[in-house]
């Protein structure tokens, strides 16, 4: 008896561990094909409440890394938080972090190519042999094809680089540093830190 409920966790873990396939309807576009999937529901939630639907049903040809339900939950999103415009600009800055302009396949990615996504920041590809990843999501399901371009199925919510203030501006806007501001500002560093750095 034992040792069939071990073999029966073992089967289940097997088959749990195995990559899921996403089928779609090639004349069918993004927002559908995602729809249809079963493990985007949260995807297509967030893209509806984020008013991005109606973009990636248009002509595109868009490329689209969409994360599953679990990475939506592993990242902790919960879209009812998303409720004042200053969020909703936050959900729809992460969505279009997921999104490139232009259709590209698995086999068009090389091993660090970098892409702009329609967020403008930029996405990092690393191509072995074993997995191909976007920053540090995995590609769990290649090319699926849709109608206006194709999506990627990834393992995590990629999140959008901070957009940082500079030192000086930071300096500035706590209200504590001023005579470190007015010292900057007198040694004419202002515009140095400034920089990239």
Known sequence: MRKSIVYTLIACLLVS???????ADATDDIPTNA????????????????DLVTTLQGT??????????QAFIDAGIDLTTFDTDEENATLVDILTYHVVSGKVMSTDLTDGMEATALNQDTLTFSVSAAEVKVNDAVVTTADVESSNGVIHVIDKVLMPPADLADIPATAQSTGVHTA???ALSQAN???T???EG
């Open 17 to 23: 561990s195995l990559p899921f396939s996403v089928t």
């Open 35 to 50: 729809a249809a999937t079963g493990v985007h529901d949260s995807l297509v939630a967030a893209l509806t409440q984020a």
């Open 60 to 69: 595109g040809p868009f490329t689209v890394f969409a994360p599953t339900d």
């Open 180 to 182: 470190l501001v007015a």
């Open 189 to 191: 560093l202002v515009t």
């Open 193 to 195: 830190l400034q920089g």
